[in-house]
């Protein structure tokens, strides 16, 4: 019911930072929240970061807690994710997802982007 578009990814030092962007349309936008979920091969999708649709409440991952910030830009069917900080991992997908709940979960979101590739190398 609705597209979402990821792009930002690519190969970075550790310690580095990327900023990655999710561009919603084919519904409001503004009506939804936001999260962004990573998978690495073979693993389960892993809860990264959520924000509402007026910004009001945002949520982390425990481990990228004070490394990542979350935003968006209802005018812009954007929403952002500034990964700052960034830790030694092999290869992962990064998805964004809309839903009606701010939830943790992967299973209470129905859309899902088709991901943007990320590479922390040390």
């Known amino acids: 019911q609705v597209t979402l578009v990821e792009s930002g990814g690519g190969l970075v030092w550790t310690g580095g930072s990327l900023r990655l962007s999710c561009v919603a349309s084919?519904?409001?936008?503004?009506?939804?929240?936001i999260a962004w979920f990573r998978q690495a091969p073979g693993k389960e999708r892993e809860f990264v970061a959520v924000?509402?649709?007026?910004?009001?409440?945002?949520d982390y991952g425990d481990s990228v807690k004070g490394r990542f910030t979350n935003s968006r830009d209802n005018a812009k069917n954007t929403a952002y994710l500034q990964m700052s900080s960034l830790q030694p991992e092999g290869p992962g997908v990064y998805y964004c997802?809309?839903?009606?709940?701010?939830?943790?979960?992967?299973?209470?979101?129905?859309?899902w982007g088709q991901g943007t590739q990320v590479t922390v190398s040390s």
């Open positions: 997802t809309a839903g009606a709940f701010f939830s943790t979960r992967s299973d209470m979101y129905d859309d």
């Open positions: 084919g519904r409001d936008f503004s009506k939804y929240n």
């Open positions: 924000i509402s649709w007026n910004e009001e409440r945002t």
